[in-house]
């Protein structure tokens, strides 16, 4: 079964930077690479939605929440099926669970997320 699993989280100062990771494995990820599916970052802080925070589909097209865009940087190292996200000049309301998404289709796959926090 496809798993997708997230890390690089931590907690961090404002104004700091984190790398997060996520490797896609398993499943249809046994025989294809990730390289025809659309790989996004989204977040869900306490008491609030999950939201997107960055995608690139198969062509590189990118898109970024506004809140992090020339923050954030999405990357995807399709060979090794893994995506990132470059997160630099973190602020505190970026503190949240960042979850890995997978989409073709009508298939999702999401990871189990890793936590973020940006305190002093």
Request: hydrophobic share 35%; proline share 2%.
């Amino acid at each position: 079964q496809v798993q997708l699993v997230e890390s690089g989280g931590g907690l961090v100062q404002p104004g700091g930077s984190l790398r997060l990771s996520c490797v896609a494995s398993g499943g249809i990820f046994k025989v294809w690479t990730m390289e025809f599916w659309t790989m996004g970052w989204y977040r869900q802080a306490p008491g609030k939605q999950r939201e997107l925070v960055a995608s690139m589909t198969g062509d590189g097209v990118t898109n970024y929440a506004d809140s992090v865009k020339d923050r954030f940087a999405i990357s995807r190292d399709n060979a090794n099926n893994t995506v990132y996200l470059h997160m630099i000049s973190l602020k505190p309301e970026d503190t949240a669970v960042y979850y890995c998404n997978a989409a073709y289709s009508d298939a999702r796959y999401w990871g189990q997320g890793t936590q973020v926090t940006v305190s002093s």
